[in-house]
């Protein structure tokens, strides 16, 4: 049973919270029963968004130190460098936009408003999506033309007789 919040506890919480420490951080600090689970809920009733840093947890690094250059022998100052001005770079190429070809989109370069139709075999390297704009839903016009077919009603029977037999059933 937990001995509930008091002041000493909301103001504790409150500093840890401020200094960045992580809910289970504070929950240990403040013991006597007090869950991770709890200083969340404290910390939101309480209305603490902001922090003075987010927590981070402590992690163990385990690179190889590389070794340092030795220092060159100290030698007498030069004479200050002259200073060219900077060349701007050429601005970098726009690639030019892909064909509207169906079959130009992989799993990498498929979109939002592309055309999700696959062509070809998926466990061969050749596979691909149209890549078409989508115009409303998953598909190109084309595309959607045969996925989103009209059902056709089988055999000529007209409603109305189709209704009787239904309702012959019933009666």
Not at 4 to 25: F, H, I, M, P, Y
Not at 57 to 73: D, E, G, I, L, V
Not at 122 to 141: A, L, T
Request: hydrophobic fraction near 35%.
């Amino acid at each position: 049973m937990t001995a509930g919040w008091t002041e000493d506890r909301v103001g504790a919480l409150k500093k840890l919270w401020l200094e960045g420490q992580s809910a289970s951080q504070i929950a240990k600090q403040l013991g006597g029963g007090v869950t991770r689970n709890a200083v969340i809920g404290k910390v939101h009733r309480l209305g603490l968004s902001g922090r003075a840093a987010p927590s981070q947890p402590a992690r163990a690094t385990f690179r190889p130190s590389r070794p340092r250059p030795a220092a060159p022998p100290t030698q007498a100052p030069s004479a200050p460098r002259r200073i060219e001005a900077v060349q701007p770079r050429p601005a970098a190429p726009v690639p030019a936009p892909m064909p509207d070809l169906p079959g130009t989109a992989t799993v990498m370069t498929l979109g939002a408003h592309m055309c999700k139709w696959p062509i070809g075999d998926p466990s061969s390297n050749e596979f691909s999506f149209c890549g078409r704009r989508s115009s409303e839903g998953v598909y190109c016009v084309e595309h959607a033309r045969v996925a989103y077919q009209p059902q056709v009603r089988k055999g000529g029977k007209d409603g109305a007789s189709e209704l009787a037999r239904s309702l012959r059933r019933y009666i």
